[in-house]
């Protein structure tokens, strides 16, 4: 499937939410991080700021600061409008209001864009997509992936998600996905399939719960590794 910025809605959680999804701890946030499709998310440039070691891969960062800026204004009132139309699919818990979700989006996303200059410079933010990767073996701790994997189950299917999973694997010791959701909040078909390819492959899979659900039902990741 090629990649164009038409097609990108962008939508960034906050580094908060990252926290939350992926059960992250003080001691999680100490190791090399990567993360696959964090898009305008502010978990990189939060992270910087507290001196963690992180890098982004995502093929969005191909596009300038300008042309990300301009997606993001075309797109956010569709975006607002589509939520506003699905409220059920969301538990308007922590986040109370569609407005409210807009205003911490958009301060997630504007993090993002102060940050994303500099993240190019210091190669923070590396233009790249599952399911390859142009990082060694081993380089990172921990890999994550954040409402791309699994979410997107029917439109990549069975076989990009594990040639994703196994890169992901490649590259670090231990990688995360969250939700285990595809679009419209019903769960993926195909968790089950990457869970037992993938142990059969010798890695070690768990499915957690954790202290965050917006999707209704979104509220458990898969954590992988080689045990
Ligand atoms: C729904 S957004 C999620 C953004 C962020 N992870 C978050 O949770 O806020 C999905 C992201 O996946 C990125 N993406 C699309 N195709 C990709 C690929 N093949 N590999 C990695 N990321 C991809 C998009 O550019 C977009 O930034």
Redesign the pocket.
């Known amino acids: 499937?090629s990649?164009t910025l038409d097609k990108?809605?962008?939508?960034?959680?906050s580094f908060e939410?990252?926290v939350a999804?992926f059960s992250l701890t003080p001691d999680d946030l100490k190791v090399d991080i990567l993360?696959?499709?964090?898009?305008?998310?502010s978990?990189n440039s939060v992270l910087t700021q507290r001196s963690g070691k992180v890098i982004s891969?995502?093929?969005?960062f191909r596009y300038s600061k300008a042309q990300i800026t301009q997606r993001i204004t075309d797109t956010y009132a569709e975006v607002m409008e589509q939520t506003r139309q699905n409220q059920h699919e969301f538990v308007w818990d922590s986040i109370s209001s569609v407005e409210q979700l807009g205003q911490i989006r958009m301060s997630?996303m504007q993090d993002f864009l102060d940050d994303y200059e500099q993240g190019l410079v210091d190669g923070r933010y590396r233009d790249?997509?599952?399911?390859f990767l142009p990082f060694r073996d081993g380089q990172f701790g921990l890999a994550l992936?954040?409402?791309?994997l699994f979410?997107y189950s029917d439109q990549l299917g069975l076989e990009f998600h594990l040639e994703?999973v196994r890169e992901m694997c490649r590259v670090a010791r231990e990688v995360r996905i969250f939700p285990l959701l595809k679009l419209g909040a019903e769960p993926s078909g195909l968790v089950d399939s990457v869970r037992k390819d993938i142990e059969a492959e010798g890695y070690r899979v768990w499915i957690t719960r954790v202290g965050y659900e917006f999707q209704r039902g979104g509220n458990t990741m898969m954590k992988i590794n080689r045990g």
């Open positions: 499937m990649f990108v809605v962008p939508w960034g959680r939410e990252y999804m993360g696959c499709g964090d898009g305008p998310s978990f891969a995502d093929p969005l997630a790249a997509s599952l399911p992936c954040s409402h791309f979410l994703a």
